[in-house]
T-cell receptor, first 114, second 115 residues
Framework: KAGVTQTPRYLIKTRGQQVTLSCSPI?????VSWYQQTPGQGLQFLFE???????NKGNFPGRFSGRQFSNSRSEMNVSTLELGDSALYLC?????????????FGPGTRLTVL | AQTVTQSQPEMSVQEAETVTLSCTYD???????LFWYKQPPSRQMILVIR??????QNATENRFSVNFQKAAKSFSLKISDSQLGDAAMYFC????????????FGKGITLSVRP
């Protein structure tokens, strides 16, 4: 089985722009979660989608949004980029999203905001 | 709210020796899982081991084992016979079993292995 894939792997944007990141889960997995990883804050949960519905949400401003498609692929969008949005964005997929199924992580998208 | 604390930012171990990584947590949830994840440099995060909080028996996975002390809210990872490939950042993670089942990560600890 192919693992979790994320595109693009690297991205450079300027302040004020918007960006869309993509995540393709492992085949058969219906849950996709997104995390932001920074040296200062560590790993923080953004949101989780299950069967095209947002099931959980972290404490991030409304500039961060996401969606999930019928094939379980997920996209994350950040509007009006700020310098502090520079981070590694990880997505993880699992079959159900609960503790019964382990989460498998993608390689991440490294976003740099100039 | 839940928190996970890894107070040691870095540790080093000699190849073939044993090392223990510490973690404490706090949660108001009655049922939850605990995990250790490993993130090698420039590589994907992978699950090392998981522990169900309602189980008293400590989980083991080959050279990896945990010491789970529920009353003390402590969850340490022991790596036996350390190998060069064990060098990575290790995250202690908490996940409740309820509806709000998001993962809460500790800050991580960087483990280096000396040959």
């Amino acid at each position: 089985k192919a693992g979790v894939t994320q595109t693009p792997r690297y991205l450079i944007k300027t302040r004020g722009q918007q960006v869309t990141l993509s995540c393709s889960p492992i085949s058969g997995h219906r849950s996709v979660s997104w995390y932001q990883q920074t040296p200062g804050q560590g790993l923080q949960f953004l949101f989780e989608y299950f069967s095209e519905t947002q099931r959980n949400k972290g404490n991030f401003p409304g500039r961060f949004s996401g969606r999930q498609f019928s094939n379980s692929r997920s996209e994350m969008n950040v509007s009006t980029l700020e310098l502090g949005d520079s981070a590694l964005y990880l997505c993880a997929s699992s079959s159900t999203g609960g503790v019964q199924s382990s989460q498998f992580f993608g390689p991440g998208t490294r976003l740099t905001v100039l | 709210a839940q928190t996970v604390t890894q107070s040691q930012p870095e540790m080093s171990v000699q190849e073939a020796e044993t090392v223990t990584l510490s973690c404490t947590y706090d949660t108001s949830e009655s049922d939850y899982y605990l995990f250790w994840y490993k993130q090698p440099p420039s590589r994907q995060m992978i699950l090392v081991i998981r522990q169900e909080a309602y189980k008293q028996q400590n989980a083991t996975e080959n050279r990896f084992s945990v010491n789970f002390q529920k009353a003390a809210k402590s969850f340490s990872l022991k790596i036996s016979d350390s190998q060069l490939g064990d060098a990575a950042m290790y995250f202690c993670v908490l996940q409740p079993t309820g509806a709000n089942s998001k993962l809460t990560f500790g800050k991580g600890i960087t483990l280096s292995v000396r040959p």
